[in-house]
C-alpha cells in the first residue's frame, strides 16, 4: 500500500509544471459573409489556423446555425471562438451541408432553397402605403366601435352601431 502511494506521488512529480496550469484562453470572432445564387444559399466563415477536429457545427430547432472550436496555440494558450447565424428565410435548415477547406481555412456552409419559396409580391410602394393605411383606419374602427359597445352595456343603453355612432331616436331618455 505505502508503495503504490509512492509511485503515484513519483509519477506526479515527473510531469512538467506548465502541464498542471488551467488554460488560458484567446477569444475572437472569425469573419464571415454570405453568397446567394439561386438554388442555395452559402455561408463563408474564416478559420485560419483550425483543423476539422476541433470545429463544432450544428443546426438548433430554432433555424439558428452554431459554430464553436478551440486550438492550441502554444504552452498554456488556447484560441476558441462561438458564433451563432440566424438561417435565411425560405431555406430548408434541415439540408445543411458543412465542408472545411483546410489549406485556406474556409468552412463553407450550405444552405439549399426550400421548393416552395413563394414569389416576390409585384407591388409599387403606393399600393403598399394604401394597404397600410387601410389597415391602420380599420383598426381604430374596430376599437372605437368595440369601445362604443362596452359603453353601452355599461350605461345599460341600446344604440345602434351597425352603421354609425348615433344614437337611436327609440331611446327613451
Not at 136 to 144: D, I, K, V
Amino acid at each position: 500500500m505505502v508503495g503504490s502511494i509512492q509511485k503515484r506521488n513519483n509519477l506526479m512529480e515527473e510531469k512538467p509544471a506548465a502541464a498542471w496550469r488551467p488554460r488560458r484562453y484567446t477569444d475572437f470572432k472569425p469573419q464571415h459573409r454570405w453568397l446567394s445564387d439561386e438554388k442555395c444559399k452559402t455561408l463563408i466563415v474564416e478559420l485560419p489556423g483550425f483543423k476539422r477536429e476541433q470545429l463544432v457545427f450544428l443546426v438548433d430547432t430554432s433555424r439558428q446555425l452554431k459554430l464553436r472550436g478551440e486550438r492550441h496555440i502554444e504552452g498554456d494558450r488556447w484560441s476558441r471562438f462561438d458564433m451563432a447565424v440566424r438561417a435565411p428565410k425560405h431555406c430548408n435548415a434541415k439540408l445543411v451541408t458543412a465542408k472545411f477547406d483546410p489549406d485556406n481555412g474556409l468552412l463553407y456552409v450550405t444552405l439549399p432553397g426550400s421548393a416552395s419559396k413563394p414569389p416576390p409580391p409585384a407591388t409599387d410602394c403606393r399600393d403598399r402605403r394604401r394597404r397600410l393605411q387601410l389597415k391602420a383606419y380599420f383598426a381604430l374602427h374596430y376599437t372605437l366601435r368595440k369601445a362604443w359597445e362596452r359603453l353601452c352595456k355599461f350605461f345599460c343603453l341600446r344604440l345602434d352601431v351597425k352603421d354609425s355612432f348615433k344614437r337611436d331616436d327609440s331611446v327613451k331618455r
